[in-house]
């Protein structure tokens, strides 16, 4: 019964197995649903924060203590007025800024360049627009019972428990030094405790690094799988953006009883109908005071030759039998298009025919 229900689900495109058109993916990143792995940057921040601390330890440490020394040395007697502390505050600003450059502004590139990575670069207002519909209670709880909520607290569980073993496995490694301390000065104490900081700042960095990476995979799987389209949605979007096929046949073939009613008004302003006999019908006109070769103003195969035929005889128009020349203004040349060049002598032989009948001189005008 089951298998008899899927089957029945599948031939109405019930089941979601295509891949998403590009405009599916297109409306899905207006609104803002985008693979995208929250844990990624800050796995990064973390790291490049920790490696600039260690890069440019010996710059910021520098930089402080001599800030501190011009302090202790040269400010402590300093005259207080407005525009001594005004100088102050404005040097040693920009001091601290020095020092928190390096800090602040590249784990700020890194996170940006990590986000960019991921969804591109582009900006979407729909994602941020509040929505009422959020703070349905049915629909929250349903979301805290779905299968992401799960996935998010394991990977939580899981952040939690890695994290504490790395803290633990660091601190009981440093347990011996730990006892030393007693006898290390502080500047000693100083020392182990920033390197045993950055030393956990990076394997705890690393770690949660390892994690993003395999969140983003199944971030961008699970991502493809909510976009999967069923059958029939593709059917509609290609409805609703091409139009409904019968509509569009109604259209195509009201244009072409359109065009088709514009070619018999140009057949009794024809000077000769050549003809296969029965197969293919061909229009000429030809004006030499404003045309430089004859002009096909109609052609046709079968019941539309035959169509021509009989207007040409209801409007006097000379029909003349020529099956290879026929077939070849019908193959090679449109409505509106000039006489090929290589059919030229052939044609004036027709129209110099034509005109001696009606005569009518060769080189006027109708």
Request: charged fraction near 25%; avoid cysteine; glycine fraction near 8%.
């Amino acid at each position: 019964m089951n298998k008899r229900y899927k089957f029945d689900l599948q031939m109405f495109g019930g089941d979601k197995t295509e891949k998403p058109t590009a405009k599916r993916r297109g409306d899905a990143r207006k609104k803002g649903q985008v693979a995208k792995s929250h844990e990624l940057s800050g796995a990064i921040v973390l790291l490049s924060a920790v490696s600039t601390l260690l890069i440019f330890g010996g710059f910021l440490k520098d930089r402080v203590v001599s800030l501190f020394r011009d302090i202790l040395m040269n400010r402590l007697t300093m005259e207080v007025t407005p525009d001594n502390v005004m100088n102050l505050m404005s040097g040693y600003g920009v001091q601290i800024l020095v020092i928190l450059a390096p800090v602040f502004l590249i784990p700020l590139i890194l996170a940006i360049v990590a986000e960019v990575s991921q969804i591109g670069f582009k900006m979407v207002g729909e994602g941020l627009t509040p929505k009422f519909s959020k703070i349905n209670p049915l629909k929250g709880l349903k979301n805290i019972f779905s299968m992401r909520s799960l996935v998010e607290m394991f990977k939580s569980i899981l952040k939690l428990i890695i994290i504490g073993y790395l803290v633990f496995s660091t601190l009981w490694g440093k347990k011996q030094e730990f006892l030393a301390l007693s006898h290390v000065d502080v500047e000693g104490i100083m020392h182990f405790a920033s390197k045993m900081t950055l030393n956990l700042g990076m394997k705890i960095g690393a770690a949660l690094l390892i994690m993003a990476v395999l969140d983003y995979v199944y971030q961008r799987y699970e991502h493809e799988k909510s976009l999967k389209m069923t059958k029939q949605e593709i059917k509609d979007e290609y409805k609703n953006m091409e139009g409904d096929p019968q509509i569009k046949g109604k259209i195509r073939e009201r244009q072409r009883r359109m065009a088709m009613q514009r070619m018999m008004q140009e057949v009794p302003k024809a000077d000769v109908i050549i003809t296969n006999p029965t197969h293919f019908a061909v229009a000429l006109k030809y004006d030499g005071s404003t045309m430089e070769a004859p002009q096909i103003v109609a052609k046709g195969q079968d019941f539309v030759a035959l169509r021509i035929r009989e207007l040409a005889k209801e409007h006097g128009i000379i029909t003349m039998e020529n099956k290879p020349l026929a077939r070849a203004l019908f193959q090679r040349a449109e409505i509106g298009d000039a006489v090929p060049t290589d059919l030229f002598q052939a044609v004036a032989e027709v129209l110099a025919y034509v005109y001696k009948l009606k005569g009518r001189p060769r080189s006027n005008g109708r």
